[in-house]
């Protein structure tokens, strides 16, 4: 019997060149290897098929049962049950109509939750102090994101927590972020996202335990999801949606330039307002002083200027007051600034370090020959870990 299953496993392997089949998935199972098993069927037969792991990881969407599909591989026989079954080597949705039926019916499922209601959206900090985000740690947009955040507010720290963002597993990474972010602590608002792509591509943030995620965290979140046009479940659950990861950046994070224009504009406004005020009140005061000075003695016109010198001191004495306040609020504001600015540490004989565009806080997170940057207060040093401590 294994002579003959090997023969019929030749005939039919070297009989068939790559083939391409069309049918709906059912029996879609993951096994603990990480191998899928699914079976695809049609109106009259149906064909047993596996994904192996390392191609499973490239898919753009989860497959899942009554999903229609086309399916590219190769025949194969499993001799140990005499079975023949299609070695799958590419899998995509028969159409986009499958993947935005998917989309509507988990948006309508999560609505009538309530999680998409406005009331449950919570405001984004106005001086976040420290920003999470959830991304990719290769490619442009986290590069582009931490080049947003230097040069609006260069003391902010900055968490990020590398998630895959799509293929397989994809959505349960995402969430997985989410969640530990919430539980490192210490994060004001948590940035999650990706770059521009097809539907597929960014199908990840459609799903439900990303959606699920965003809903539970105690942390508000900024969807940043593709660019202006593309909208997913995760733009409907976060409480801010930006229309590019750039975009969320600096909502996220006001620019401390802008905040010390508008403060300098804010004392300038307040000191022309009390001139005026002086100004007018000198005016009145001399009005009324020169209309009694036709009526009265020179006794109630030396009280009449006595009570205006008073008027102008406790006029004075308010102005330098509101000054005061304006200057020391100013001036806090510069030294929270400064004590914040981590170039203040590096003065003082200290360094950062960073391998590739993130900062190192551990000695343990490097590798021997990995490139490491030191950054000092006067300039910056590349170097080469040639030994492990």
Known sequence: ??????RIKQVLESGFATVVVQGELSNVKLAASGHMYVTLKDEGAQLSGVLWRSRLAGLTFTPEDGMKVVATGKITVYEP?????????????LGLGELQAAFEKLKQKLAAEGLFAAERKRAIPAFPKT?????????AVLHDMMTVFRRRSPPLTVILRPAKVQGIGAAADIAAGI???????GIDVLIVGRGGGSLEDLWAFNEEPVARAIAASQIPVISAVGHEVDFTIADFVADLRAPTPTAAASMAVKDRTELL???????SALESSLRRMITEYRRTIGHHLRSYAFNRSIDALRQSSQRFD??????KIRVDHRFALTLSAATALQKRMASLDPRAVLRRGYAMVSHNGKYVSARAELRIDDLIECEFH??????RITEKN
């Open 131 to 139: 920003v999470g985000i959830v991304t990719s740690e290769s490619g």
């Open 261 to 267: 224009s508008a403060l300098r504009d804010h004392a």
């Open 310 to 315: 008073e008027a102008v001191r406790g006029l």
């Open 378 to 383: 006067d300039g910056a040093v590349r170097s």
């Open 81 to 93: 049950r005499g079975q023949y079954q299609l070695d799958i080597t590419g899998l995509r949705p």
């Open 1 to 6: 019997m294994s002579d003959l299953t090997r």
């Open 179 to 185: 969640r530990d972010c919430n539980a490192l602590g």
